[in-house]
């Protein structure tokens, strides 16, 4: 009994031992002294059907932290700034909740009155995670879901005079199945701080009885039309719905459509004359307004819209390959993995225009794509991403990384989740596309990230395919391929690397670098920091991003479509950003990432091959075990060893091909010849090294001497070699190798490339942004 005791006792002490750890952490950023209670995210919240009535609730509420079992509490714990988590330094609270207990709102407004057949509907822009909502006492409705908006007729709950708003919060955080994205109840390395209850707007809205629903455009530049599909509340009698495109305040197309009682969808398709192609060089977009009458009550109901011409899909480009195509032309997609996290206010920017500060510093760094990486933004987001044409490619925030729900690259089954997750899941992915469908900037969804979750994969992925079709597909991005979806991505640290092009896929690495640089006065804690690869200092962080976007270059000659980079700004421990968390700090600046970008936006020409890996096809070494102190020497005796095939391996390696065995007590040392006929400037390597070192030598020159530095791999990486002529010559080359290591698993494969990059730009040069 006395051990009950103590360890009851405890608990409320661990409880807040662990709280005091979590988030214990403070960061200002230049906005955080902005943000204002009674102005506070006063930005209009959906840009792609808007009215000219609306009503901000976001500012000081107040909040409670109950028991889960606990009824509403007569007296709140205090004031709470909607609409910032309330882990939040934002928040003014800045306290933890997790799964055992409920987080309260309660907040009152006040509205006009309404007119006759006039409804009054409560938007939220995202809650996390189940929401309860209730308006003067009484339940108006209840959603699951920590990304996506929701919203409730709230009319009939109405009262005379003032009206009281409750909102009862629970987030099991990462306890569940649900899609959560980065939060952890204990944040470390890649996961962070945990994220609850209202983190984006709060907003009253007035419309008609009847009145529209919903607008889901999609842009057919093939016919050179828009295709609107309009969902409206039924008309009481007789209506009538017109919808009109405009270009600078121009109409340029207009339908009329009569309506019935009854009809609740129509489908309008409008002519876009000489439509001017949305591209980020050129982000187009056109206005458009539509107006539903209903001639039985009278009433009428407008919204405004837009919409940009573009299309995105794959095609072969001139050297043959599959390649992702934006408006029929290849574009070469060069991102940063953007994750929307801020020190003062986790899930939620301080201001807009802070939001927006992380996509103009992308924009003036020479990105043309962000992936926004298991996150959901405000629809301010993707409207400013859409004038600014920035590509966008949208992670479906992930479920479960841990336990049964994480696979690994070599698992051949996927995860098994029960049907009520899945069927959450799969709810909550669908309001995603349906929230953010109009969207033009969003190019890709990705279901899936690496093994995070990942289900049912082949299902999931036909049914976003066959949902929308008029975007691409990355399912997963990275990890365990299942040869579905439009791309085979590889994430690979640093890398870079790919797999070749499938004949209906496009090659792309979803994610490399995450080059590491603690920069003092600018961290989020003293201890625990680090990047895939960490540097001691700017100029070596300088350095080596220099190296890997040139090693990235001749990735294009093998058919690369795009490449993701970690990532935009430090997160919490992990400093691997091209800034720093609280934006102050700017790794590498944009006069000296844009020249460097610059060729990757060129057209390239196909590799040639010098010495072919063994990944898509056998090729042979001659082989010894030992060899003596000159085994580097051309004429040394290594040349007189036995041929093997290649790759080469002590152990059953997954990620490579059937090659040969050698035994893990001995070292492993290669010979063979290779022709030249005309001397480039540059070569590449494209090698797999793992658990090993390795020494490489041509014509009797050290080429490079490489050791292991851990991590697991799963693809080959490419490496740029500058000065060719100092290694190569025309005629017979010969190329020595000695691979050597502790571990009892080693593996190696190499093949020697030519690239070529033109001085064109592809498509209409949508690369650097102006």
Known sequence: MKKKIVLLFLLPMLSWAQQKDVLRFSMDTPWTDAVQPDNVWNVYPRPQMKRDNWQNLNGTWQYAITPKEAPQPAAFDGDILVPFAVESQLSGVKKTVGEDNILWYKTTFKTDSLAPKQRLHLHFGAVDWKATVYVNGRKAGEHKGGFTPFHFDITSFLEQGEQQLVVKVWDPTDAGTQARGKQVADPTGIWYTPVTGIWQTVWLEKTAGTHIRQVKNTPDIDRSALHTEIAFSSPDGEGELLVKALDHGEVIASETIALHRGDTIRTVSLDIPGQRLWSPSDPHLYDLEITLTDKGSGTRDQVMSYFGMRKIALGKDDNGYTRILLNDKPVFQFGLLDQGWWPDGLFTAPTEEAMM??????????????????????????????????????????????????????????????????????????????????????????????????????????????????????????????????????????????????????????????????????????????????????????????????????????????????????????????????????????????????????????????????????????????????????????????????????????????????????????????????????????????????????????????????????????????????????????????????????????????????????????????
């Open 357 to 770: 500060y992380d996509v103009e510093m992308t924009r003036k760094w020479g990105f043309n794509m962000l992936r926004k990486h298991v996150k959901v933004e405000p629809a301010s987001f993707y409207y400013q991403c859409d004038k600014m044409g920035m590509l966008v490619w949208q992670d479906m925030p992930n479920g479960n990384y841990f336990k049964d729900l994480r696979i690994e690259a070599w698992e051949t089954e996927d995860a098994h989740r029960t049907e009520a997750s899945a069927r959450q899941f799969e709810a909550e992915l669908r309001e995603m596309m349906d929230a953010f469908h109009n969207f033009t900037s969003i190019v890709v969804w990705v279901p899936f990230n690496e093994g995070w979750g990942q289900y049912d994969t082949e299902r999931v992925t036909r049914w976003v395919e066959k949902y929308d079709p008029s975007r691409l597909i990355d399912s997963p991005s990275g990890w365990a391929d299942r040869g579905v979806g439009d791309m085979i991505d590889i994430h690979l640290y640093p890398g870079p690397g790919l797999e070749y092009p499938e004949a209906n896929r496009a090659s792309v690495l979803g994610e490399f670098g995450g080059i590491g640089w603690a920069v003092p006065d600018h961290m989020w804690w003293n201890k625990r920091n680090w990047g895939y690869l960490t540097m001691d200092n700017q100029d070596a962080f300088k350095d080596r991003f220099r190296t890997l976007v040139n090693d990235l270059v001749s990735l294009k000659s093998f058919g690369l479509s795009a490449a993701v980079y970690t990532q935009t700004t430090d997160v919490e421990g992990e400093v691997n950003g091209m800034m720093t968390y609280d934006r102050e700090v700017i790794k590498i600046s944009p006069e000296e990432t844009r020249p460097l970008f610059d060729r990757l936006y060129n057209e390239a020409e196909k590799h040639h091959v010098l010495i072919a890996d063994s990944e898509h096809g056998p090729t042979s070494w001659t082989v010894r075990y030992k060899a003596g102190k000159r085994w580097y020497k051309p004429s040394g005796k290594l040349k007189r060893g036995t041929e093997k095939q290649a790759p080469f391996s002590t152990y059953d390696n997954y990620a490579l091909p059937e090659g040969s065995t050698w035994d893990k007590n001995e070292d492993l040392f290669l010979y063979k010849e290779f022709e030249v006929e005309d001397v480039p400037e540059t070569f590449v390597l494209r090698y797999y090294l793992d658990k090993a070192d390795m020494d490489i030598y041509i014509n009797g020159r050290q080429l490079m001497q490489q050791g292991f530095k851990g991590g697991r791999k799963r693809h080959y990486r490419n490496q740029l070699i500058e000065n060719a002529a100092a290694y190569l010559h025309t005629g017979k080359n010969h190329i020595t190798v000695s691979v050597k290591g502790k571990e009892e698993e080693r593996s190696f494969d190499l093949g020697i490339y030519t690239t070529s990059v033109s001085g064109k730009k592809e498509a209409d040069g949508t690369g650097l942004l102006k």
